[in-house]
Structures are given as C-alpha cells and as structure tokens.
C-alpha cells in the first residue's frame, strides 16, 4: 500500500470511493505520523484519536454503502481526516484559543463551519495550536508552546493558524480549518508552503468562532492545491441564521477550469512591492505573475494608494474589538478562576494571570482608543480611513478580476527573532491586513523557494464574493507548476 499521507485530498477522497482502502487506514495513517512528528512540531494542542476512529467507521459504511449501491453521490470529504485550529469550536473537544483562560472549557456546541463538514463525513483528529485568542503573526504567543515549521524547525510557521499550516504541510492531515482576521490563514499558508483560502467576509459563518475582531474575523482553510481546497469552502460557504454577520448570499458553483485564463485581468500594485523585501520573495512572486500571462491573463498595475495606511489601521480597529470581546473571560461562566477578596480582585487575579502578555498588550491598545476623550481622534479616525482603504479596492476591482501580489515581505523567520520588538512582528502582516479591512477574499499559494529552501508565497486577491475567480487562476497556476505537490518532512 503507498504512503497514505502523501496523498492530496482528492487522491484520497479517490482511493475512498473506489475501495483502495479505507477511512480506518487513511485515520491511521495521520494517527501515526501525529504520533511520531508532533512532539517536535507542536502543531496539535488535542488529538482525539478514538472519537476520529469511530468517524472513520461510519464513513467507511457510508462508502461501502455507495459503492455496492453504485451510488457515487457521497461527498468528496467522507472518511477525509481534517484537523480543526483550536478557535473554532467542537462539541465535546477542549477550545481553548490558546489561553489558559480557557483551559479545560468544553464548548456545549459545535460550530457551523465545522459541523457542515462533520455533515459531509469529515474525520476530525483533533485541535490545532494557535497564537493566543489568534493574536500573533508565528504561532509564539500560545500558551501551550511554539509551533515549528516543517520545514525548518527553527523557524515559525506563520501565524496565528500556524498550527493548522504546520501540520498540513508535514502531512498529519489532508486539510485544516483556520481564522484570517489579519492574515492569519494567508501568512501561515506562505511560510509552509501550502494552499490557504481566506474567504470574504460573511461568505462563511462565524458562528462557534472564538471571536477576536468581529469585523474582521473570517473562517478559512488549508489544503495542498486550490482543488483540494474547492470542496472544503463549498461545503462551509453558505448563509447561516445562527451569525447575524452572515451572507445571503448563494454557494457559488466552483469550476477550475482548464488552466486557460484568457480574458482574466490580473492587477499587480506598486504598494506591495516595498523596500527591504527579501529579493528571493519578490523574484517568485514575478516569476509567477508571468506564468498568470502566459496561461493567458491580462496583467496591469493598480494603484492601491492608501495600503500604507493599513497598519495602523488595523492596530486601532482590531484591539478595539477585541478589548470588548474579551471583556467575558472573567473567571465566572467558563475556564479557571482564581481567587480574590471581591469580585474586582477576582476579575484581576483571573485576567491578570492568565492572559499571555501579547493579548494584554492589545487589551490595552484597544481599550485606550475606545476611551473617553479619544475615540473620535484614534477608533473613529481608523474607521474612516478603512473605508478609504475598501474604495482602493472597489476601484481596482472595477476593471480588475484579480489583485495579485506578496503575502509577506520575507520568508518564514526565526522563532524568536522579534520577541522584544512587538512593532516588527506586526510589520509581517503588512500585506495582508488590507483585505480584511476591506472584506476581500484571498487565497495564498506556493510559487518557489528561497536559498535556505523555505518557501515562497504569493496571493491573489478578488472582490468580495469573488472566490470562483481565485480557484480558477490558482488552479491554472497549479497545474502547470509543481511547488504545492512538495512536502516537508518527506
């Protein structure tokens, strides 16, 4: 039998439904290799491998029911083992954010982009790290260690779904589920060199989604290709009446094409191509453009003025909301308390304690812009400017199907290597926070490596709702090259 991991989602999903083996053995397989790897990844906080068995049943009945039916019709996700970032809730599985706020807190619920996969037959083999309340760029800032990138272990893997990234790139599961509110699927998913799907906001529903920024917050995924990846997001996307932030909008029917892009206009903006970028990202990043042109796509700069503007931006807005979303991890209704003489002391000695220093940091940031005196001239001011920043895009988008440009300055850095310089970590997400101010789709893929061998991300960028269009010019773009068929971890 071949090594099942090194399968792509569809591969497997084949083998599946035509008997080659089975849900049990492909479960096995990510079992094992979680077993043997994860202690030096770090990439699982939960690993539930006897509630994952017992899925795996059940989808093998329902394929061997289908195949002695002659009944295809099953979904391409049954018997799939996915693992699951450990923001978005699981009935009966630990979510903790990656804080020990939430240590030993058991949702009674499971969250709708979970449970529509859970409804098409996926196998859930556990949780996966995160930085705290998604809070970080590299996976450094969970409570429960640092993840390492497969591909260097003394490197982060991106962040704040490293963990999600990590593991589907060193082939512990066939697709993970992430959050993107500032980047966190994009970044992770250019750092392990795999195939990650920020979707537009409110396309898929953020209810049972441990909430940071709640204007930002979207619900992504990891996969290998942007084919393994098509069934995972036409199976979450939809309208859900349980999230008030949710679309109702129609799934979109996804067709990938044939690898020709004629008639598809790329735009390539000046703003994101800065000083200080790494020459091996911004040379990939180029070299891919044109192989879009000469699959057939039209390619034309963009003006995207107020790019530079996003940072801050997104420092003021996001904080903002997140003071007020954690203002209910008080140590009364779920996770750990510690004692105090009042109630007061009791919220401090609670929050003070268990909250990591990075979510603090951000506590206070927002807190300050939504004080008193100051929220018209800090929190008012940035929301204006955001929607400056979504104009760009709407302007772009008028005679643009697609913006194409880096994920990050650099490649995956040291662990480590800005932990006494919190403002240079926040410089890493300096390309992809626009897109969540603005509520943009984007989906980040591998196109090449530098000269120590860590890979090289690039991202394409659609209006909202515009999915369909980023499936199909990175699926053109994959078939013609091979990036995304390597592994780490071999």
Known sequence: MPNLTALSLLDASDGLRAGDFSSVELTHACLDRIQALDAVLCSFLFVAPESALEQARHADQVLRRARREGAPAVSRLTGIPVAIKDVLCVQGMPATAGSRILEGFLPPYTATSVQRLLDAGVVILGKTNTDEFAMGSSTENSSYGVTHNPWRLDRVPGGSSGGSAAAVAAGLCFAALGSDTGGSVRQPAAFCGV?????????????????????????????????????????????????????????????????????????????????????????????????????????????????????????????????????????????????????????????????????????????????AGYYDAYYGQAQKVRTLIKQDFDEAFRRLDLIACPVTPTTAFGIGQHGDDPLSMYLEDVFTLPANLAGVPGMAFPVGYDETGLPIGMQLMAPSLGEPALFRATHAYQSVTAWQKERALR
């Open 195 to 371: 195939t990650g799907l920020k979707t537009s906001y409110g396309r898929v529903s953020r209810y049972g989604l441990i909430a940071y920024g709640s204007s930002l917050d979207t619900v992504g995924a990891f996969a290998r290709s942007a084919a393994d990846l098509q069934p995972l997001f036409t199976t979450m996307a939809g309208h859900d009446a349980l999230d008030s932030t949710s679309l109702p909008a129609p799934v979109p029917e996804i067709d990938l094409g044939r690898g020709d892009l004629r008639g598809l206009r790329v735009g390539v903006p000046r703003e994101y191509f800065i000083d200080g970028m790494q020459p091996a990202v911004e040379r990939g990043v180029r070299q891919a453009i044109e192989v879009l042109r000469s699959l057939g796509a039209t390619i034309e700069d963009v003006r995207l003025p107020h790019t530079d503007l996003a940072l801050p931006v997104y420092y003021l807005i996001a904080p903002a909301e997140a003071s007020a979303n954690l203002a209910r991890y008080d140590g009364v209704r779920f996770g750990p308390r510690r004692a105090g003489m009042d109630l007061l002391a009791q919220y401090l000695e609670t929050r003070g304690a268990l909250f990591g220093p990075e979510v603090k940091r951000r506590i206070m940031l927002g807190t300050y812009a939504l004080s």
